[in-house]
């Protein structure tokens, strides 16, 4: 009932290998640290600012090569849909990654995937890893141990920290995620909030039913599973976990605790 695979479909999600220790779901955040502190991060020194200075200037990056966005026709479309298209002397560059002017970037173990937007007033701290074609809109804050997969959405104004997004999640609009989990295809309403720090102190128990579970985790948000879906400005409660295709309904605060697969919760 708790465990990864009660969750989440792991066979595709390139970063499965962090859940494979895991007794409980939860357990991968407490994992995420150390795995992102042993991936290979490429050097992006040679056209970074220092100090998490904005970019001047729009970057693509294409294979292991670095170009001016002023020499390249960029379309602007749906990166997660695989509509970001740049051209350079009338040649596609299949899975050029685009760096909008303006966007900031702190610290030296950030990887960006192929396919990638990451537009202006965005601010990505290290660690992170953007997987391919995930777009990071316009004032994104991403407070590092970040770990997104493929087609992800991090959304205008959302403030991400120590989460992990598997393939397809989307936090779109306004939304702040703390020491969470989203599934494949899950889906924030603009201005879902995934709570992560009670008042009392201690860690955050896991209310299942029959009892509690320990998580060990002082700072723990909330675990969405495949295909769930937050309504405009829900709140989870710290600890909270929403099985597969569960339903958070508009303006409603969830409960901190296992809610069940298909859940609809009306607050």
């Known amino acids: 009932m708790l465990t990864p695979s009660s969750f989440f479909d792991l066979e595709d999600f390139s970063h499965r290998e962090l859940f494979a220790n895991a007794t409980f779901v939860w357990d991968a955040l407490k994992e995420l640290k150390h795995y992102l502190a042993h991936q290979n991060y490429p050097d992006l020194s040679t056209f970074m600012p220092k100090n998490g200075e904005p970019l001047a200037h729009t970057v693509v990056l294409h294979d292991t090569t670095v170009l001016s966005g002023d020499d390249c026709d960029i379309e602007f479309g749906d990166a997660p849909k695989g509509k970001l298209i740049v051209r350079r002397q009338g040649t596609i560059l299949e899975g050029a990654s685009v760096l909008m002017a303006g966007a900031s970037f702190l610290g030296s173990q950030i990887a960006i995937g192929t396919g990638v937007l990451v537009e202006p007033g965005a601010m990505i701290s290290s660690p992170t890893i953007?997987?391919?074609?995930?777009?990071?809109?316009?004032?994104?804050?991403?407070?590092?141990?970040?770990?997104?997969?493929?087609?992800?959405?991090?959304?205008?104004?959302?403030?991400?920290k120590h989460s992990i997004f598997l393939d397809e999640a989307k936090a779109g609009h306004f939304a702040y995620l703390g020491d969470s989990i989203l599934g494949k295809d899950a889906n924030l309403g603009a201005g879902t909030k995934l709570a992560n720090l009670k008042f009392t102190p201690g860690s955050v128990q896991v209310r299942v039913p029959g009892g509690s579970e320990d998580s060990g985790l002082r700072k723990f948000g909330a675990i969405l599973g495949d295909g769930v879906q937050t309504g405009c400005n829900s709140v989870t409660n710290p600890g909270t976990l929403l099985s597969p295709q569960a339903m958070l309904l508009p303006n409603t605060t969830a409960p901190s605790g296992y809610h069940k697969k298909r859940a609809i919760i009306r607050g």
């Open 130 to 160: 953007i997987g391919d074609r995930t777009v990071v809109r316009q004032g994104a804050y991403v407070r590092g141990y970040c770990l997104f997969g493929k087609c992800c959405v991090v959304g205008h104004v959302t403030e991400v």
